[in-house]
């Protein structure tokens, strides 16, 4: 194996532990936001310095590689992709933290038929399902996973479409409730933006293997149709 093989082994190896800290972040503040774990959800907050450190390190890595190594053809992409995914890991991390912190600030555990209402409990366990299984299209290198989860964000951005009308019916009937139900439509917005960084990272895995770049097509296809062309 030569120089760079190396390093490039090196540089996912420090992905994919960045990536298992961002997914237990995830996971974690799901579960802290079902059973009101406060301390949970202060731990999540507290590893956001550890996921930075990750995104600096990361970068770094991949900013030699190019200097010292010159990369070419599927090994640039390699390069030029992880740059990526890792920004979007960093993103989502930011999104575990937010999420905790409005856990953090409720002390009470959410409404029960709130979450039934707006799917928030489903959303958030179908984010954890894309999370991992675009995990799993990086390190086994398929991008029939990775084109896979594209189509599924579309559940993700129903859910979050729907949910503003549900929440002020809900709020008209319950008056009561306006401090908690924003703060949970501010949770489904950002498991929304985890759809996103998601596809994102998925549209950079098919780069990378397949040298195509599919960004913004899915988007251009919707305005070509005359349909809403919210991702």
């Not at 590689?65 to 989502?92: F, G, H, S």
């Not at 189509?151 to 729907?162: C, G, H, Q």
């Not at 009937?173 to 990272?201: F, H, M, W």
Request: hydrophobic share 40%; net charge neutral.
């Amino acid at each position: 194996m030569n120089h760079i093989d190396v390093e490039l082994k090196g540089l996912k190896i420090k992905l994919m532990e960045m990536w298992d800290l961002v997914e237990y972040q995830l996971q974690s503040g799901r579960d802290a936001m079902l059973n009101t774990d406060r301390e949970l959800a202060r731990k999540v907050v507290k590893l956001g310095k550890k996921v930075n450190n990750f995104d600096v390190k990361i970068d770094r890595m991949c900013e030699n590689l190019l200097a010292l190594y010159t990369p070419v053809a599927v090994d640039l992409r390699l390069v030029l992709a992880t740059l990526k995914i890792n920004a979007n890991l960093e993103r989502i991390g930011d999104t575990a933290e937010g999420i905790s912190m409005y856990v953090q600030n409720n002390e009470t555990p959410y409404n029960a038929e709130l979450l039934q209402l707006t799917k928030a409990v489903t959303m958030f366990d179908e984010a954890l399902s894309m999370f991992h299984d675009c995990r799993i299209a990086y390190k086994a290198d398929n991008t029939d996973l990775a084109r896979a989860l594209l189509k599924r964000d579309k559940m993700l951005n129903k859910i979050y479409r729907n949910s503003e009308s549900v929440m002020a019916q809900f709020l008209r009937a319950n008056p009561d409730s306006i401090e908690e139900g924003l703060a949970l439509l501010a949770i489904i917005k950002k498991l929304e933006r985890v759809g996103d960084q998601i596809t994102n990272i998925a549209e950079e895995i098919i780069f990378y293997q397949d040298a195509k770049v599919v960004k913004h097509k899915s988007k251009k296809k919707k305005k070509d149709n005359g349909s809403d062309s919210e991702e």
